[in-house]
């Protein structure tokens, strides 16, 4: 790969999208994926207002991102690390920062190894450089770290309000 590929192969060192998945996920289980899903999947028609049909890769791709908080969820509790993957309210009593921690950066892996695996087999690029997988792990990183900490900032802010 030249010079010039890799830096405009880089990524996004702040994705927001990953962190409103990570949120939606666990807000609303398994209900937060499938709205993420079909959100990433109506975005570029919506926002940038793309005319051409969505492939079977980037309908992978979004299926993977969607799905990539749920399956951090699902590595957690095969490993016994939490059990209430499959009641929202019950994982939000139990998750401390230690726990959101772990999710974010699992969700982060997960996400960025299978999306640039697709992108691999699409035939788009061959697969990418392990700093360019860093570089969507650490975006996925950022932009999660930054929607949840904004989320908690105004949740708190409504309950100083509340009483």
Do not use: C
Request: charged share 10%; glycine share 10%; proline share 4%.
């Amino acid at each position: 790969m030249s010079p010039s590929t890799a830096a405009n192969d880089l990524g996004s060192l702040l994705f927001i999208p990953h962190g409103v998945r990570v949120l939606s996920v666990l807000l609303f289980g398994w209900l937060g994926v499938v709205g993420s899903f079909f959100g990433s999947l109506l975005a570029p028609y919506i926002i940038l207002g793309t005319k051409d049909p969505t492939s079977l890769y980037d309908a992978g791709e979004s299926f993977v991102g969607a799905s990539s908080p749920m399956i951090a969820l699902l590595i957690l509790r095969w490993t016994g690390l939490s059990s209430h993957i499959f009641r929202p309210q019950q994982l939000l009593k139990q998750l401390n920062i230690k726990l959101l921690i772990l999710i974010i950066f699992l969700s982060s892996g997960v996400n960025s190894f299978l999306v640039n695996l697709i992108t691999a087999v699409n035939g788009e690029t061959s697969f990418r450089s392990p700093i360019t997988i860093f570089n969507f792990f650490i975006g996925d990183i950022a932009g999660a770290l930054l929607v949840i900490s904004v989320s908690l900032i105004a949740i708190l802010g409504f309950k100083r309000y509340k009483k």
